[in-house]
């Protein structure tokens, strides 16, 4: 496949998931973005301040790898968030941040992180093969400078294994996967089992 190719073919798995993760009420208001790394190493992510429920073609750009835009186009306010996840892990092809109303809740819940175990739908994560699993999932302050946040985050995942995505508090989520299909499984299973430690603690999230 070229890479004009690749890049149409991501363009429209990312509309696809916005579309997804916009209907079921976890990307309101412009909120959200969503990127998938290309073989070339370059990278397709959402415009800034597009509706993510009703992306098009026009609504996808390619940055570098240091997330600087290739076009006149500018990508998402958290790009750095992004690039720094892909500089992590070689692996990962696909990273997806939706502000739904569990991970806002959860952040609120909780101090510095949301451990989870013992849940069967843990299973749907890459490379969890038992619900007698355990994940921690950090959840960090919520910050206007994104290369700052990116920084903590990185701090972080150099210092732990296993992290499957994180929160920002009063904010969102961010998770990933070696596809945009992985990560968006990702996403349902992550926010399921927000949503079932909030019900654990009596709050009804929506
Ligand atoms: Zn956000």
Do not use: C
Not at 23 to 29: F, H, K, T, Y
Not at 63 to 74: C, H
Not at 157 to 164: A, E, L
């Amino acid at each position: 496949m070229s890479v004009n190719d690749e890049f149409g073919q991501r363009t429209a798995e990312l509309i696809e998931a916005g579309r997804y993760i916009h209907d079921r009420g976890w990307a309101p208001a412009t909120s959200g973005n969503f990127s998938a790394r290309l073989s070339d190493g370059r990278i397709a992510i959402t415009v800034s301040g597009r509706h993510k429920g009703e992306l098009t073609a026009d609504d996808v750009m390619l940055i570098d790898s240091e997330g600087r835009p290739l076009g006149g186009q500018r990508p998402s306010a958290e790009t750095p968030l992004h690039t720094s996840l892909y500089r992590l892990y070689p692996t990962v092809e696909a990273v997806l941040h939706p502000h739904s109303p569990s991970a806002t809740v959860v952040s609120r819940l909780f101090g510095d992180e949301l451990a989870l175990q013992d849940y069967e739908l843990l299973k749907a994560l890459q490379g969890i093969e038992t619900h007698e699993s355990r994940i921690v999932v950090p959840i960090f302050h919520n910050d206007q400078d994104i290369r700052r946040l990116a920084q903590r985050v990185e701090d972080y995942i150099g210092s732990h294994d296993d992290v499957y995505g994180y929160i920002i508090a009063g904010h969102g989520f961010y998770t990933w996967g070696t596809s945009i299909k992985e990560a968006l499984r990702h996403v349902e299973a992550l926010d399921f089992l927000f949503d079932i430690e909030i019900r654990l603690h009596g709050v009804v999230p929506r």
